[in-house]
């Protein structure tokens, strides 16, 4: 079953920016967390982004500090990541999932909740 929902790619340019929904199947998320994670073609999935849906704390991937940030809808139910600056290398589909933010001393990590990943949203950045 699919707890969640992504939208809003899209082709720009390079340097251009583009925001991207995840919007929850139910009402709202049941879990702590969504993070944003991407895929190119040919590479392994890699997180991007982990926000904390209680505080809104925000754990970025280091490739994307200072591009990317997150934020969530008044009515809780959709999580936004904004995407600026963006560059050919940021060229995947783009997926979210709920779960929870794992941080350490190292840094952080996601761990998954139950159920499947969503389609996903291609974004495609030309140069």
């Known amino acids: 079953e699919v707890h969640q929902v992504e939208s809003g790619g899209g082709l720009v340019q390079a340097g251009e920016s583009l925001r991207l929904s995840c919007k929850a199947s139910?009402?709202?998320?049941?879990?702590?967390?969504l993070a944003w994670f991407r895929q190119a073609p040919g590479k392994e999935r890699e997180k991007v982004a982990c926000?904390?849906?209680?505080?809104?704390?925000?754990f970025l991937a280091d490739s994307v500090k200072g591009r990317f940030t997150v934020s969530r809808d008044n009515a809780g139910n959709t999580v936004y990541l904004q995407m600026s600056s963006l560059k050919p290398e940021d060229t995947a589909v783009y997926y979210c999932?709920?779960?929870?933010?794992?941080?350490?001393?190292?840094?952080?990590?996601?761990?998954?909740?139950?159920?499947?990943w969503g389609q996903g949203t291609q974004v495609t950045v030309s140069s």
């Open positions: 999932k709920e779960g929870l933010c794992l941080t350490s001393d190292d840094g952080w990590e996601f761990e998954a909740a139950l159920g499947s």
């Open positions: 926000f904390t849906l209680h505080d809104g704390s925000t």
């Open positions: 139910g009402s709202t998320f049941d879990d702590d967390a």
